[in-house]
């Protein structure tokens, strides 16, 4: 059993770090899926912002505001300057375009920040928004133009943000943020390495976040990730359960064994005895004695009598079993079957030098039930007190009234019962055990048919108990069915 329990949760840990890596991976390869889209819409938008910065008038202006004292760049100011001149010759459109061109790029080796600064924030959100649905990715997202210069964003969301106090303190602000934070982004009007004084070579950043990105990427495997916990639930349930029958099987199967050893022992006693009883009849000293006849033959019925009880409990537990078993159902007084099943206790009780105590307290006591098997369930628990206690005889029977009908308590201070006990004490062929000597007698269907035919008579039966110091049978039995 352990080795198949320890054999079946190795393989349930294994499948399930099976597919949890499985769906890791999954994921994984559709976050790079997702981020290789990302990236080929922000190079898109790159390149549509770049041909919009060559359109612009800006040259001229930037050539006389670097004109004045920018010795290192002099050669940059002087290609510009020729292009300028080209520009003006150039007779056909596609001259016209390469020039403005060769102006706009050369420009930008000057100073790319003026470029950054010149984006048009309504083309940047018609570019991104045509880009990132071209790449069919649908989830809302945040984007903006970051300046290395005043290292702060100059476009948010389709909007530009003033510059307003210090831009080291807005920087430190924007550090927390996740659309800084972002890993999708992408350099906007990078100057070569090779010019000049030029100290930052890139001029800002575009950067795009995805708020709901983690919740989308896993609700792609979600439906799989659900069945799989469904259909591995189900498989625990099933082996949760197959151990539990196995073991139900195993206990059922001890309690069986038990009852036969049980039977073995209680038939073997009157056999023996009928056995002894027929062989002394037929001894010539006896038949000459009518008395000595009369005697044997007596011990023989009481013994036969004593078996066919015995056989009685098997077939009535039998026949509850099948649902089979019919209620002879009368108005019946429960202190008088009661009364009547102290008396007939109360020889043996007495012979022990014990006692037994009546709280009869119910103002109602008549209900309607089969008579014989409420008498059977009284002289059953009765008869149990008297068994289990080995020591102290001390028993109290007690009725009281709820509002449905009468509750029946029967009490003794005997051996008790531990929590495991309890829990099996209404099984079929379940005894408790008293040790190695067989003190108890009986074949464990006792309390199993009590509870049975309480049940029957749409009533409860209950247990408290604690070891050593004895237990409490409780009955409720409504007044009518």
Known sequence: MWLMIIIMAISMIGIGVIQLMWFKSSVQQDEKNFDDKV???????????LEDAHKTDIVMRKYREYQKGKTKKRFLFNQINTYKSILNSAKNKKEKTQYNFEISSTEMLINPYAFLERINKNHLASYIKHEIEQQGIDLKYDYGVYSNKSESFIIMNGHFLAQIGSTQNKSHAMTGNALFNSNYQISLFNSPSNIGDN????????????PDKDRWLWSSVMNSLILSLLFTGLVLFAFGYTIYVVQRQKQISEMKTDFINNMTHEFKTPIATISLAADSIGSPKILGSQEKVMRFTNIIKQENKRMLSQVEKVLQMAMLD???IQLKLTDI??????????DHASLKIEKRDGQLTKNLNAEKHIIKADRTHISNI???????????????LDITIATINNKNGIIIDITDKGLGMSKDQVKNIFEKFYRVHTGNIHNVKG???GLSYVKALVEAHNGTIS???????????????????
Do not use: C, M, W
């Open 39 to 49: 990236s080929i819409a922000l190079a898109i938008v790159k390149e549509r912002l």
């Open 199 to 210: 100290n930052n070579k890139v001029p800002g950043y575009l950067k795009i976040y995805f």
């Open 322 to 324: 099948k649902k089979t």
């Open 333 to 342: 007084d429960i202190h008088q079957i009661i009364t009547e099943a102290v």
């Open 378 to 392: 009284v002289h059953n628990l009765l008869d149990n007190a008297e068994k289990y206690s080995p020591d102290t």
């Open 443 to 445: 074949f464990g269907l």
């Open 463 to 481: 247990v408290k108990s604690e070891k050593s110091k004895g237990s409490t049978f409780s009955i409720s039995l409504p007044f009518g069915l």
